[in-house]
């Protein structure tokens, strides 16, 4: 299906926009994003949304859900 968990609520992928995460501002915590995806997954780990991987240092990222 196209239903994911989040804190054991069920959402499907239509009913998300975007996902922000923030960093922490601090100097020494800015670059631990650097390498990172963000995977959207069901209840049986088919992913559903993989975001590009984030290449540089920011004090956010917005990723905007085109579901497939």
């Known amino acids: ?10 959402y499907t992928i239509d009913k998300i926009q975007s996902i922000v995460i923030y ?8 670059y ?5 995806s963000i995977l959207l997954l069901n209840a049986t780990d088919d992913i559903l949304y993989q975001s590009p991987e984030i290449t540089e240092s920011k004090y956010y990222y917005r990723f905007d859900i085109s579901p497939a």
Not at 1 to 10: A, H, P, T, V
């Open 32 to 36: 631990r994003a650097i390498g990172c």
């Open 23 to 30: 960093n922490r501002r601090h100097s020494s915590y800015l």
């Open 1 to 10: 299906g196209s239903e994911m968990c989040i804190r054991d609520s069920y």
